[in-house]
Nanobody, 122 residues
Framework: QVQLVESGGGLVQAGGSLRLSCEVSGRTFRSYTMGWFRQAPGKEREFVAAISSSGGITYYQDSVKGRFTISRDNAKNTVYLQMNSLKSEDTAVYYC???????????????WGQGTQVTVSS
């Protein structure tokens, strides 16, 4: 069974930085595309970033391009989301997800973490 555990969320001032981590159990981590999604109160869960199984391809939501960086360490079964120049509109619960294809569509991801709260104060 694949389990995902996020960490690294917290409270930060606008303009600050946070790095989220997601550790994945199981031996098949390197076969999965990994994605980060977020959900703000009263809103649907939305795509943030994704990275291919090898790490060679990344894709971002337009609003985070140039500010967020997704990366992975297949030796550590971990995917990261470095978030810089944070804005109040980045406030949300952030989820990592594992799937078979590099897509932005929530339902195409098979496994999900429990989420970590990111709050950006203005």
């Amino acid at each position: 069974q694949v389990q995902l555990v996020e960490s690294g969320g917290g409270l930060v001032q606008a303009g600050g930085s946070l790095r989220l981590s997601c550790e994945v159990s199981g031996r098949t981590f390197r076969s999965y595309t990994m994605g980060w999604f977020r959900q703000a109160p009263g809103k649907e869960r939305e795509f943030v970033a994704a990275i291919s199984s090898s790490g060679g391809i990344t894709y971002y939501q337009d609003s985070v391009k140039g500010r967020f960086t997704i990366s992975r360490d297949n030796a550590k079964n971990t995917v990261y989301l470095q978030m810089n120049s944070l804005k109040s509109e980045d406030t949300a619960v952030y989820y990592c997800a594992a799937g078979g294809r590099l897509t932005v569509v929530t339902r195409t991801y098979d496994y999900w973490g429990q989420g970590t709260q990111v709050t950006v104060s203005s």
